[in-house]
Structure formats: C-alpha cells, structure tokens
C-alpha cells in the first residue's frame, strides 16, 4: 500500500475535479452540435470552448505539477 503526502492527495484530486469539468464541456459542446445554427447557439459554442481551453490549460498545469513534485501523472 503506497501511502501518499496531503498535497499528493488535494493535487490528484484537483486534477480529477478539472478532467470532470473537461468532459463536461466536451457533453456540452457535443449537445450544441445537434441544435439548430443561430446567434444564440454560435455563442453557447464560444462560451463553452473558452471554457474547455481555460480548464485544458489548467489541467495542464497542474499535471506538470505533479510531475515535478511526485514523478507521476494522472
């Protein structure tokens, strides 16, 4: 049994909480997809791509994170 540091711990769990939100966008954009084009619908897409690249770009972050401090990655 591997016993890990508090920080080890937050830091997966943050990554967890952000690849959640990644697939969340991913659903949202794919939903989208299938509605009818118009202004409205051109501006959810926008909305919900900014969203996935601020969280990819978080997600990256914190994954480098991990691996400087713990030699791993989720």
């Keep these: 049994m591997e016993i890990k540091s508090i920080a080890e711990v937050v830091l997966e769990r943050h990554i967890a909480r952000i690849m959640r939100r990644c697939d969340s966008e991913r659903a949202m ?44 990655v989720l």
Excluded: C, W
């Design 29 to 72: 954009l794919t939903l989208i997809d299938k509605l009818q084009p118009s202004e409205y619908v051109e501006g959810l897409r926008l909305k919900h791509t900014e969203n996935l690249v601020k969280h990819s770009a978080a997600l990256a972050q914190l994954q480098d994170e991990m691996r400087e401090k713990f030699g791993r």
